[in-house]
């Protein structure tokens, strides 16, 4: 090959979210009426249809409820953009006394084989709703795991969460577990990555807040964790969350796609999504093309947009692996969010 060859090839196989980025139609905002809709995942079934799951709450109990009050819920589509309709509750409240007996949130939907796996955040507490967070409920946050031969359901939950706190308190994950993402790779193993806050920073926020992967040979585990701290920035207690992890069999590597919570990356000064990148889910570092998207919606039909909140990113791929929407929550004030869905083009 020669070296123009190998330059053009090496540039071919960097992903650039990005450029791939089309103007969104209408169809593609998601809202359910009476609830905030946070979060976004979707799968295809075998008959065509796609089903997106999301979090939602009553705009009525305010904004920081979700950790006291959301549910996984299922819409159903005919297309990656939509529209979508909502059909039902997948993840409703159950006995209290169980692990996400009160909340679900933060699914992310994934199929192998036969069956479809819903891996979620799940907790239980006192049921205060308050106008800051319940940090009762969010310190019981745990991640666990939904299975079905159908995405309309009936969904299997389990009485343990799939991922537990660790039992010793200098952990990093002694405190709080949220926001699973799972892929599988390229030698079958299952990495789950997922946000953790441990105990060393003062209560009850604690910290830091970093990120671990546990794997497995099973996406149902039990999960081996390695409890090294990634994506982290010295100084920083706080400096990413949101992770949406993948593998890409065409350019043999892993990507994470994730929120910058202040821009310390990204170079915008203010919450952007970034894009990090592995050969083996292990050693991890930013993309050559870095910068996703910062707080900006480029509509078909109406001008541009500037939110203020991006976050939640999640990728849509079909069944050869090609990425063909990003999912995100979109918050534009106290009383208004939903589900837009991005379409990708082929990029460059």
């Known amino acids: 090959m020669s070296s123009l060859?190998?330059?053009?090839?090496?540039?071919?196989?960097?992903l650039d979210l990005a450029a791939m980025m089309q103007p969104i139609p209408a169809a593609a905002v998601f809202r359910d009426p009476g609830y905030f809709v946070w979060c976004g995942t979707m799968v295809r079934s075998g008959d065509g249809k796609y089903h997106l799951y999301y979090s939602r709450w009553k705009i009525s109990t305010g904004f920081e409820s979700w950790v006291t009050a959301s549910e996984v819920a299922h819409a159903v589509g005919g297309s990656p953009t939509g529209p979508f309709v909502f059909h039902d509750v997948a993840l409703p409240p159950r006995d209290r006394r169980?692990?996400?007996?009160?909340?679900?949130?933060?699914?992310?939907?994934?199929?192998?084989?036969?069956?479809?796996?819903?891996?979620?955040?799940?907790?239980?507490?006192?049921?205060?709703?308050?106008?800051?967070?319940?940090?009762?409920?969010?310190?019981?946050?745990?991640?666990?795991v939904a299975v079905a031969d159908s995405p309309?359901?009936?969904?299997?939950?389990?009485?343990?969460?799939?991922?537990?706190?660790?039992?010793?308190?200098?952990?990093?994950?002694?405190?709080?577990?949220s926001n699973p993402s799972l892929t599988r790779g390229k030698d079958g193993t299952f990495y789950l990555l997922y946000k953790a806050v441990g105990q060393q920073k003062p209560l009850p926020f604690g910290g830091p807040v970093v990120h671990l992967m546990a794997t497995s040979k099973s996406p149902t585990g039990p999960f081996q964790k390695n409890l090294t701290p990634m994506f982290t920035i010295a100084g920083n207690n706080f400096p990413f969350e949101d992770p949406y992890?993948?593998?890409?069999?065409?350019?043999?590597?892993?990507?994470?796609?994730?929120?910058?919570?202040?821009g310390a990356v990204s170079g915008?000064?203010?919450?952007?999504?970034?894009?990090?990148?592995?050969?083996?889910?292990?050693?991890?570092?930013?993309?050559?093309?870095?910068?996703?998207?910062?707080?900006?919606?480029?509509?078909?039909?109406?001008?541009?947009?500037?939110?203020?909140?991006?976050?939640?990113?999640?990728?849509?791929?079909?069944?050869h692996g090609k990425a063909?929407?990003?999912?995100?929550a979109i918050y534009e004030d106290s009383k208004t969010t939903y589900n837009v869905r991005i379409p990708l083009g082929t990029g460059r």
């Open 268 to 319: 915008t000064g203010r919450s952007s999504l970034v894009l990090y990148e592995s050969v083996d889910a292990k050693d991890w570092k930013p993309a050559k093309h870095l910068l996703v998207s910062d707080l900006i919606l480029h509509w078909k039909d109406r001008p541009i947009q500037t939110v203020a909140r991006m976050e939640r990113p999640q990728m849509f791929l079909d069944e």
């Open 245 to 262: 992890f993948w593998f890409d069999q065409q350019r043999n590597r892993y990507f994470v796609i994730m929120k910058d919570n202040k």
């Open 98 to 144: 169980m692990w996400d007996g009160m909340v679900t949130h933060n699914p992310t939907v994934q199929k192998f084989g036969k069956k479809y796996y819903l891996y979620y955040t799940g907790n239980t507490g006192d049921g205060v709703i308050q106008p800051t967070l319940n940090w009762t409920h969010r310190n019981n946050n745990r991640v666990g």
């Open 152 to 177: 309309n359901g009936p969904w299997k939950r389990f009485d343990r969460p799939l991922i537990d706190v660790s039992a010793a308190a200098s952990a990093p994950d002694s405190l709080s577990i």
């Open 324 to 328: 063909q929407v990003l999912l995100v």
């Open 5 to 14: 060859s190998q330059r053009t090839s090496s540039q071919n196989d960097e």
